[in-house]
């Protein structure tokens, strides 16, 4: 008994297990409210692979599904997945915040400490400001955007089951999670531009993040922002736009996706699959019909995934940015690594680089997995790598292998999923002690040969 008290002490004390325990139990309690009868409409449990497959992708944002969201799921199924999505999107401490709120009670400092880890920010000062701006920030910002779909869902549905709709797809577009209730995503809107541009504007603004926002805010002036803000959104544009151009380029007379549009169809296509990618999980194209270069290049805008300190996952667009200019000034033979006026410290570039080499370790390791767990399918290994990496970056795009996957798989991708959202470095701090015995000393200098 002392033994497991010790444990929780721990836990207690770890911020890092604390965001893995508690998105942990968020999934559990949510697969066990999923697996119940009246979640079905046809009255039988999904079965608790099932349920914790559906409840890790709720949770962690992603939007990978075994069943169809639309028809499967009872009112009450549906209610569960999007306040899964909701604390999902959120964090696990920003929601305990938000519930102390609302019944008076105090922020203790330990939930301080939490928040401000849980946040990625430097300071315990004005952390529970920062999170009710959050909070408002984020509700804001899904109510406009349920109020652009209701303009479309209200007229297609009626008034009550169109404010369902557009509340589930405002949270579900803004936290990047990609559940729909349309049933086939959004491939019947593919040229409603009032659908494709909300869905697009409330993925973008939750992949960018509050701080970019608020520093936009503050600023007023490019010149005058963080570091991070210019490279979130030089790169997010330039992800975006390129992303574009390059869909269109290479789809815009595919008969089985945009072949048949009209231009201006056309071109809100290339925008909305450049956009979801990153890392959202809707289509309004049939992705199974996609050429094979545009699946290769959706893989890596999902790797890279959004930003930082956002409801986004993948590697995280900072990072590639990081990786990117100290590959740029290794090159051009700088002893520094430079860019706008401003010093990268090494530390950053190697933390960039780690997070990159563990990502595609885990990419490429759980692909060779699925590979032999799901041979009986048929599907390529493309097709195969495309679901894993959909996975681990929290995207939710699939080419019709996830409702086939055995237990097996279900379990894995649920892993991937579940690291995807906490972060791998997370998950490395939350089980590797850290020396806490380093010494002013440093060896002596080992030459390598590198290249």
């Not at 559906?54 to 199924?77: H, I, K, M, P, R």
Request: net charge positive; with cysteine.
């Amino acid at each position: 008994m002392k033994y497991i008290e010790r444990k929780i002490n721990e836990i207690k004390k770890n911020p890092y297990l604390v965001f893995f325990f508690g998105f942990a139990a968020i999934i559990l309690i949510g697969a066990i409210l999923l697996s119940l009868p009246f979640a079905s409409q046809n009255g039988e449990s999904i079965g608790f692979i099932n349920a914790v497959f559906t409840a890790a992708s709720s949770t962690c944002v992603t939007g990978l599904v075994v069943v169809n969201t639309a028809a499967y799921w009872t009112l009450f199924g549906k209610v569960v997945i999007m306040m899964l999505i909701q604390i999902g999107g959120l964090g696990v401490m920003t929601m305990t915040a938000m519930i102390s709120f609302f019944i008076g009670k105090r922020i203790s400092l330990k939930t301080r400490v939490f928040l401000m880890e849980e946040r990625n920010v430097d300071e315990l000062q004005g952390v529970v400001r920062l999170t009710k701006n959050i909070l408002l920030f984020t509700f804001g910002v899904e109510f406009v955007g349920a109020l652009l779909f209701s303009t479309v869902f209200i007229k297609d549905y009626g008034v009550i089951k169109g404010i369902g709709f557009s509340l589930f797809h405002a949270v579900s577009s803004f936290c990047n999670a990609g559940f729909d209730l349309v049933g086939d995503s959004m491939v019947n809107y593919v040229d409603n531009p009032i659908i494709t541009l909300a869905v697009c504007g409330l993925v973008v603004t939750g992949g960018i993040g509050y701080f970019v926002f608020w520093d936009i805010y503050e600023s007023k002036n490019f010149h005058m922002l963080t570091l991070h803000s210019k490279m979130v959104i030089i790169m997010t544009s330039v992800l975006l736009i390129g992303g574009a151009v390059i869909m269109y380029s290479l789809e815009h007379n595919n008969p089985g996706t945009m072949g048949g549009l009209d231009m201006s169809a056309k071109i809100n296509a290339s925008i909305f699959q450049a956009v979801n990618p990153r890392t959202a999980g809707y289509y309004s194209v049939p992705l199974e019909n996609l050429r094979m270069a545009t699946v290769a290049i959706t893989v890596v805008l999902m790797f890279i995934g959004g930003s930082p300190a956002s409801t986004a996952g993948g590697i995280k667009t900072t990072t590639f940015a990081v990786l990117a200019v100290s590959f740029y000034s290794l090159v051009k033979g700088k002893r520094d690594f430079e860019v706008f006026g401003r010093r990268i410290l090494p530390e950053t570039t190697i933390k960039a680089a780690a997070i990159l080499l563990i990502s595609l370790l885990l990419v490429l390791a759980v692909s060779i997995m699925l590979a032999i767990t799901e041979e009986a399918s048929g599907y390529d290994y493309l097709d195969i790598l495309y679901e894993t990496v959909s996975a681990f970056a929290t995207v939710g795009l699939s080419r019709g292998l996830t409702p086939f996957l055995s237990n097996a798989g279900k379990i894995i991708l649920s892993v991937v999923m579940f690291i995807g959202r906490v972060g791998p470095m997370t998950v490395a701090y939350a089980f590797l002690k850290q020396n806490k015995n380093i010494g002013n000393y440093t060896y002596p200098e080992g030459k390598i040969i590198i290249g």
